[in-house]
């Protein structure tokens, strides 16, 4: 992916080649990066966006505050494991975590669609409460819109955060270094399918329930443990592989992981060999990779599969320098491949 | 997880290795018939763990890739028409046509559904009567059965708003489409082993005969494929040309038959034009006669489409083991899953697409 060196304002659009926006650019991979790179970055730019992280961290009056926004568009609102509101909450919650920051304070924004049940809204209204709860965070200030019917998927919330990040913690793609040890906080692909096997009306022997969970509380007991984390990030569209094929190139090293490690249950992986999909793009709502120096490793991981959400918790990989920019994984049968973006989401295959 | 787990055991697939290199005296060439096949073993690496002279070339199985252009254009034609839903299996939506994509006219406002089985369309019929549903048919003998079964309950339902677009096409023609190919440098076939759980594999015995060439019917996971790979060369070196069945956990050599019986009630063996290679004689399946009220051709009048390719594209000879992925100029360059300029490229079974996910771009010309 070129920088948009070649931007300028006699350019009516940068992405040219796309007379419409597809669903993939919004799926997490190439196309949403392409988005991000050559049309929001190149006229929003500035020092925090160009980190690409999941959240901004800005100094003010001499406090390091963590800033983060996520919109959830999930269909169905109410799925195995979880709902839209517990979702909106976490997954600020983690955003803000992932920045190594401690949560404090979440806006949210209802979009309703006209003739949404009351109940309905009641539910998710509650779990956002119960969420908030055990995120130790309050809901400050919010926006409530209602649109026509046929106008929105029933709900839409979006949630904003920020929260308190110490003085001497610094958590970036861009602190990675080689000899990093790599370390994933539990079995992936659960969300991806739990909402996949709801919305397509697929039934499984056993319910795929999604794994929507808050994360902040373990990475709060990494930092006061003082683990040297250098890179977290959470794993939620386009799945591990996306988060680290994007940390591998804004890091420029290369990140070499093992498939024989990774774990994914067997329900999860049954269904995804079912589908002809690869766990490793599917979305997760609960589960982070940390980039950790590699003395800390160890103890980093007995913390993690000490907290309920990181129990599953495994050393999947380490950093090296070169060839910088790429990730590779050792397959099951132990030989090498890379790992690279998908353009969209992944489809399922004919057979 | 049981069925899998022990087909991707890392000890197992190096033994198997080890076997192939022990038999294998002198240089070979074999060739993986189906797509699924070809992705596994790039994503596994199989390659990497074969002797150097033994040279997997990919096959013609990937339905999506052989689908013609024309076909495309014309399920693009019908699913931007108003009042249609139009279905199709997901890797479908990304390949390209003259015309653009399916996912295009999705992004449009057109009514283009992924579906995970035929039933599922005939279902959104009988759900949406106001309706014209439209599935797209593609695939090879494997998905043939269920195309069938929706043709036959929409019959015998009487539901009126259903049609097909139908591209199917049959792997053994296109096997000896191959071998009687003067460019053919395949020396043994790794036969698609979900293709004989419907067919068996009595059609491919009279092939390994005229072109005194192994055929082994083969499985999908790595060690399925390693013994696949080990038992051809082991004919190869003995001289023997047989038909020999490594996936026999799922393949008898009589095949389903009542699959077989409602693939021969619903369609008849008809010519098909395959994307890149060209018009094949008895290589498709088209709806019988009585049953062409339901091709989507004729009720909405678009037969006859022409299309021209983009000459650029290698696909039709990757498809016919001729070329690799990564001797097309384009590849990686000019056509990428963004940008394709052919199927090979998008669909999951396409031997392109293989590549450009799993191998590292200066590492092709090392096998």
């Known amino acids: 992916m070129k920088p948009a060196d070649g931007f300028t304002l006699s350019c009516p659009i940068p992405i040219a080649e796309y007379p419409t926006v597809l669903l993939a650019h919004g799926g997490g991979g190439k196309l949403t990066r392409a988005l991000i790179e050559h049309m929001f970055l190149p006229l929003f730019r500035n020092p925090q966006l160009e980190q690409l992280h999941d959240g901004a961290v800005l100094e003010l009056a001499g406090t390091k505050l963590a800033f983060t926004t996520d919109s959830y568009v999930v269909h169905p609102l109410i799925f195995p494991g979880g709902d839209i509101g517990q979702l909106a909450v976490n997954g600020t919650v983690n955003d803000l975590a992932m920045c190594g920051a401690r949560p404090l304070s979440l806006s949210a924004s209802f979009i309703i669609e006209e003739g949404l049940p009351m109940e309905t809204l009641w539910h998710i209204v509650q779990s956002m409460q119960h969420a908030a709860a055990a995120a130790g965070v309050a809901i400050v200030t919010g926006d409530t819109k209602v649109v026509d019917r046929g106008k929105g998927d029933g709900l839409f919330i979006n949630t904003a955060g920020v929260g308190i990040v110490a003085p001497h913690v610094s958590i970036a793609p861009g602190n990675v270094r080689p000899g990093d040890v790599v370390l994933l906080s539990g079995d992936i692909g659960r969300h991806g399918i739990a909402i996949m096997a709801v919305r397509e009306g697929l039934a499984f022997e056993s319910v795929i329930e999604s794994d929507c969970a808050p994360l902040a509380g373990l990475v709060a007991a990494l930092l006061d443990a003082g683990i040297a984390l250098h890179c977290l990030r959470d794993l939620t569209r386009g799945g591990l592989a996306s988060a680290l094929v994007e940390i591998a190139e804004t890091a420029q090293v290369h990140i070499a992981v093992d498939e024989r490690i990774i774990p994914v249950t067997d329900d999860v992986q049954g269904a995804c060999e079912i589908l002809g999909l690869d766990p490793l793009y599917v979305a997760n709502e609960g589960r982070f990779v940390a980039f950790v120096a590699p003395a800390d490793a160890g103890r980093a991981l007995e913390i993690m599969q000490t907290h309920p959400p990181g129990a599953g918790a495994a050393r999947i990989g380490s950093v090296a320098e070169d060839p910088a920019g790429l990730v590779t994984m050792t397959s099951k049968i132990g030989a090498s491949r890379i790992v690279s973006l998908l353009s969209g989401e992944q489809l399922p295959r004919i057979c | ?367």
């Open chain 2, 1 to 367: 997880m049981k069925f899998v787990d022990e087909y991707r055991d890392a000890q197992l697939a190096d033994q198997y290795a080890r076997a192939v290199a022990r038999i294998t005296t002198r240089p070979w060439t074999i060739m993986e018939v189906c797509g699924g096949q070809t992705h596994t073993i790039v994503r596994f690496g199989i390659d990497e763990l074969l002797p150097s002279n033994i040279t997997l070339v990919h096959g013609p199985g990937c339905p999506v890739c052989v689908t013609p252009v024309e076909l495309l254009d014309q399920a693009v034609e019908i699913a931007s028409r108003p009042g249609v839903i139009f279905c199709s299996f997901g890797d479908m939506l990304r390949v390209p046509g003259t015309r653009g994509d399916l996912l295009s006219v999705k992004a449009r406002g057109g009514d283009v559904r992924i579906v995970y089985s035929p039933l599922d369309a005939l279902r959104l019929a009988q759900k949406y009567p106001e309706k014209q549903v439209v599935f797209f048919a593609v695939g090879f003998e494997t998905t043939a059965p269920a195309t069938a079964m929706a043709v036959y309950q929409a019959s015998q339902q009487g539901i009126s708003n259903f049609s097909l677009l139908v591209s199917h096409v049959l792997v053994p023609p296109a096997m000896e489409a191959i071998l009687a190919s003067p460019d053919n440098r395949v020396q043994g076939f790794l036969a698609a082993g979900h293709v004989c759980t419907v067919m068996g594999y009595t059609e491919y015995e009279p092939l390994a005969e005229k072109y005194h060439v192994p055929i082994v019917v083969t499985g999908f996971e790595p060690v399925d494929l390693l013994q696949g790979v080990y038992m051809c060369i082991k004919q190869l070196e003995e001289g023997r040309a047989e038909v020999e069945n490594q996936y026999a956990r799922s393949v008898r050599r009589e095949g389903n038959q009542p699959a077989q019986q409602l693939i021969r009630e619903i369609f008849q063996i008809v010519p098909r034009k395959w994307r890149g290679v060209g018009e094949i004689p008895q290589s498709g399946l088209g709806l019988q006669e009585r049953y062409q009220v339901f091709d989507a051709e004729q009720r909405f009048g678009i037969a006859g489409y022409t299309a021209e390719e983009s000459g650029e594209c290698l696909g039709g000879l990757i498809l016919q083991g001729v070329k690799k992925p990564w001797e097309c100029a384009a590849f990686g360059t000019r056509c990428t899953p963004e940008h394709p300029l052919g199927a090979m490229m998008v669909s999951s079974e396409g031997a392109c697409a293989a590549y450009y996910r799993y191998r590292r771009p200066t590492s092709h010309e090392t096998r």
